[in-house]
Each structure stands twice: as structure tokens, then as C-alpha cells.
């Protein structure tokens, strides 16, 4: 069940008018992307907050594994107000009244994506889950996303 105006132009409306939604994940892309069906269309959705290690990343494959346990064929709930670059809601995901995105830090699965989230307890649980070597933070350096794409768009090779 969709609250409020279709997600097509949601860059504008959205924006402005904020949207919810009772929806069920029909798939899952990796460790912050999910797919579920919204107003009848297969709509792409970004976990909002977090960025999750990429595939050929190390733990992209565990990141991915752990949102698929979370929400894959569940019904969820989620709001959204943007979208990303790519046209995808950036979404606050409930499952069960918990907060996917805060779960996916918890279990040291996901960063708090710093350029767009300075949320205190979000960042209390990444500094958890990195002193309590949790997930991701077993490794000694893990690499944020953001960084690794950086790498990539340049060319390099990213460890």
C-alpha cells in the first residue's frame, strides 16, 4: 500500500511532499539496494545514511548476504523525501519496527556514509561495531566504498 503521489518524478515531489510505503523486497543488489514493487513498478531502492561495501569490495558479498537475511521477501516499511543520481528513493527501512540501515552498521556490514549522515547514534554503532571488530572491522584497514569507487574511476587498483 503506497502513501502520497508515484514514485516516477519523485526527484521533485518528493522533495517536497515525502513519501511512504508497506511494501515487499523482491530483491536484493547488494549490501544498501534493494528491489520491491511500488505502485506496480519494480522500483530500485537505496538504503539511505549507509554505504555498503561493493561486490568485487572485501565483505561486499557478506554485506549483500546480511541485507538479503534482513528483508529479502519480507514486507518492510520505508519513506523516503529524495532520490539518488541514479533515480533510486533513498529510503529509511523498517523491518519489524528495526531500522535496516542501523542494523547493517550494527553488525558491521555497512559505514555510516559521512557525506550525507552525521547521525550521532548511527555513528555510535559504527564506532561499536569497529571496537568490537565486528563484520568489516575484522579487518585491520577496511576501505570505504566511497574511497574504493574513487580508485576505480582512477584507474587504480584498489586493494
Known amino acids: 500500500m503506497t502513501h502520497g503521489s508515484a ?7 518528493a522533495a517536497r ?4 510505503a508497506d511494501v515487499v ?5 547488494d549490501g544498501d539496494t534493494v528491489t520491491a514493487i ?9 538504503l539511505s545514511r549507509i554505504d555498503a561495501p561493493e561486490h568485487r569490495q572485501a565483505w561486499g558479498q557478506r554485506a549483500e548476504q546480511s541485507l538479503r537475511e534482513l528483508v529479502w521477501r519480507k514486507p ?7 532520490v539518488d543520481r541514479n533515480g533510486r ?17 550494527r553488525r558491521g556490514m ?9 547521525d550521532p547514534r548511527l ?14 572491522w575484522t579487518d585491520e584497514s577496511p576501505m570505504p566504498p566511497w574511497e574504493w569507487r574513487r580508485l576505480q574511476r582512477e584507474g587504480q587498483q584498489a586493494p
Open 7 to 13: 514514485v516516477p518524478n519523485a526527484a521533485g515531489a
Open 17 to 20: 511532499t515525502g513519501q511512504a
Open 25 to 29: 523486497v523482491t530483491g536484493v543488489s
Open 38 to 46: 511500488i505502485d506496480g513498478r519494480s522500483m530500485r531502492l537505496r
Open 76 to 82: 518492510v516499511h520505508i519513506e523516503w523525501r529524495e
Open 89 to 105: 528513493p533513498i529510503v529509511t527501512m523498517t523491518v519489524d519496527g528495526l531500522d535496516v540501515s542501523e542494523e547493517q552498521v
Open 110 to 118: 555497512a559505514w555510516v556514509y559521512r557525506a550525507y549522515s552525521k
Open 123 to 136: 555513528l555510535g554503532l559504527e564506532a561499536l561495531a569497529r571496537e568490537s571488530r565486528v563484520g568489516l
